[in-house]
């Protein structure tokens, strides 16, 4: 089983300004690798495929990054929506998530 | 609007059994692939089980193998798990959620919540 490890857990941010979140594979996942976003009592929502393609709908400022074991996910500029839990999934190997990053409010 | 909607959550007793289904809407079911997550209470999400377009392949992760069987009807245009042996720690909401075409999940239910407990 590929493992997805997200870092850091919890990251405080301001409005205006950017976030930065990690994700890395225990082995290659290639481009396989998804971002999602989930607000309290919603489901989660596609922001990232393909390691760097936005899904529809989604704002530019947010991008992604990465291939093989190292991924990232920018917010290039936060907006009070932004403020959820992220997740980052690899679909090379089956499917698992990882343990997610909260972005909350400084 | 392309949709999907589950239904059959509840109250179950350990070593029951439940039948979730997710019905959907707005685009051509029998061409995807579908999935079934599912997320603890205050918990991360974890992948369940996975379906091909004409159920000729199926996967389940090992936390539910044995136990869980999913399942499609395109004429319905429904997916569904039928979950057996159920234990506390299958205690979650129960997301149904379209492949995009061989990737990523893109389109996801609202989810319906199951809990085990005497």
């Known amino acids: 089983e590929i493992v997805m490890t997200q870092s850091p857990a919890t990251l405080s941010v301001s409005p205006g300004e950017r976030a930065t979140l990690s994700c890395r594979a225990s082995q290659s996942v290639s481009s396989n690798l998804a971002w999602y976003q989930q607000k309290p009592g919603q489901a989660p929502r596609l922001l990232i495929y393909?390691?760097?393609t936005r899904a529809t709908g989604i704002p530019a400022r947010f991008s992604g990054s990465g291939s093989g074991t190292e991924f990232t996910l920018t917010i290039s500029s936060l907006q009070s929506e932004d403020f959820a839990v992220y997740y980052c999934q690899q679909y090379n190997n089956w499917w698992t998530f990882g343990q997610g990053t909260k972005v909350e409010i400084k | 609007e392309v949709q999907l909607v589950e239904s059959g959550g509840g109250l179950v007793k350990p070593g029951g059994s439940l039948r979730l289904s997710c019905a959907a809407s707005g685009f051509t079911f029998s061409s995807y692939s579908m999935n079934w997550v599912r997320q603890a209470p205050g918990k991360g999400l974890e992948w369940v089980s996975s379906i091909s377009s004409s159920s000729s392949y199926i996967y389940y992760a090992d936390s539910v193998k044995g136990r869980f069987t999913i399942s499609r009807d395109n004429a319905k245009n429904s997916l569904y798990l039928q979950m057996n042996s159920l234990r506390a720690e299958d205690t979650a909401v129960y997301y149904c959620?379209?492949?995009?075409?061989?990737?990523?999940?893109?389109?996801w239910g609202q989810g319906t919540m199951v809990t085990v407990s005497s």
């Open positions: 393909g390691a760097s």
């Open positions: 959620a379209r492949t995009r075409t061989g990737d990523a999940f893109d389109i």
